[in-house]
């Protein structure tokens, strides 16, 4: 008997179970879900908001070291593309009084020729009519003789000096493009180390960034508070050397130091009237530029990273600063924190990467960070352990 069974269709279900093509969508499918679960990160994988802080805040102090590399790679680009250039002239003018030389060298021997002075006596003696035309025929040979000796030891010493220079010269382009790549290499570091910052910024959600500003704003009153303890100090200070004074007879002249029957004298040197006249300009200066943004490898006028605002402030008052960091932290004497004074220069961080412009009452002038302004701040914006030093200009 035929049997009456249909043949299964593809595709379909057979008590329940599905075919071999369903069953590996669905195995791939769960493990996409697994995949894709295992990617995404979980709140307990997400950093705490104290370390992406601490860790933004690590960014921008690269950044700022980065900077101050680029800003003493520029320096020193900048000289040495000077000292090329001046070299390169200086070789082209001797290449000239090398290459007149050589054709004074080619007219002396053209008039030998002519006059056979490069014969023998015998032929000279043939060219003479008269006694007297020898003699003063061999006159003008000897004396031109004499003229072609200078002028070949002439040659002979500009073409040492010349190829001297031309050596120099290569030296100083060798050395003017590893200078460049430094300058390239900084560049690179800066804006990389920003990037991370930002990025790490854009993670954050609305109410992290809320929760953010209150840690900073909490962070600014601290600093305001220890920047008023620290007025409160010198302000005691000040009074207790002015009450000895007065007791002593002496004078003060009111910067730390005092006369007779001090009881506050150290060994820090005073800051005198012209030093305050200075500070004052540069002071002056300083508090113009607020609300400028920061730009880092700025100089003014429309910008400036921290250096380059110190350096310019304190040139407005006529005293020529270093232009990185590095190099402003060793411009001056040291001073105890204690005894700073409105002009001197605020220096943070053990790499000496940030400085600013101490106004008093434990407030200082700086151009921060990017993406912020010249402005007013606590010498403790980041912590007492940030400050590094206090440098009073020369």
């Not at 006159?139 to 073409?159: H, N």
């Not at 490898?297 to 310019?312: H, I, M």
């Not at 990185?324 to 001073?335: F, K, R």
Request: with cysteine.
């Amino acid at each position: 008997m035929a049997s009456h069974r249909k043949s299964r269709t593809p595709g379909a279900r057979v008590a329940g179970i599905r075919t071999p093509a369903l069953a590996t969508a669905a195995l791939t499918s769960v493990a996409l879900l697994s995949q894709t679960a295992q990617a995404a990160p979980t709140d307990d994988d997400r950093p705490s908001l104290e370390e992406v802080e601490k860790k933004v805040g690590d960014l921008y102090r690269q950044a700022e070291s980065a900077t101050e590399k680029y800003n003493a790679a520029e320096e020193k680009t900048t000289k040495q593309r000077k000292r090329v250039d001046t070299l390169l002239d200086d070789v082209a003018k001797r290449t000239q009084s090398l290459n007149d030389a050589r054709e004074e060298l080619g007219s002396y021997a053209a008039a030998q020729y002519r006059t056979g002075a490069g014969l023998p006596d015998t032929a000279t003696f043939l060219l003479a009519q008269t006694p007297q035309d020898l003699f003063d025929q061999r006159r003008v040979l000897d004396r031109m003789t004499g003229r072609q000796k200078d002028a070949v030891d002439d040659y002979v010493t500009q073409q040492s000096e010349t190829m001297k220079k031309r050596k120099e010269a290569t030296e100083s382009l060798r050395t003017l493009t590893e200078t460049q790549g430094d300058l390239k290499t900084a560049k690179a570091t800066v804006q990389k180390k920003l990037a991370d910052a930002r990025g790490l910024l854009a993670q954050l959600t609305a109410e992290e960034k809320v929760r953010l500003a209150a840690i900073e704003k909490r962070k600014q009153e601290e600093a305001a508070r220890k920047a008023a303890e620290l007025a409160r100090r010198q302000a005691e200070q000040q009074q207790a050397q002015d009450e000895a004074v007065q007791q002593g007879g002496g004078t003060s002249d009111g910067s730390g130091s005092t006369g007779s029957g001090s009881t506050g004298s150290t060994d820090t040197p005073p800051a005198d009237s012209s030093y305050a006249t200075k500070a004052e300009k540069a002071l002056a200066f300083a508090r113009a530029q607020i609300g400028k943004p920061y730009v880092w490898g700025a100089t003014g006028p429309g910008s400036y990273d921290c250096s380059g605002l110190t350096q310019a402030a304190w040139k407005a008052a006529g005293v020529s600063l270093p232009r990185t960091t590095y190099d402003q932290v060793n411009a001056g004497t040291t001073v105890p924190v204690s005894q700073a004074q409105p002009g001197d220069l605020v220096f943070f961080y053990d790499d000496v990467t940030h400085v600013g412009l101490y106004i008093g009452n434990g407030m200082m002038i700086h151009a921060p960070k990017p993406g912020t302004y010249v402005r007013e701040e606590s010498i403790y914006y980041d912590g007492d352990s940030a400050i590094h030093s206090i440098v009073r200009p020369a």
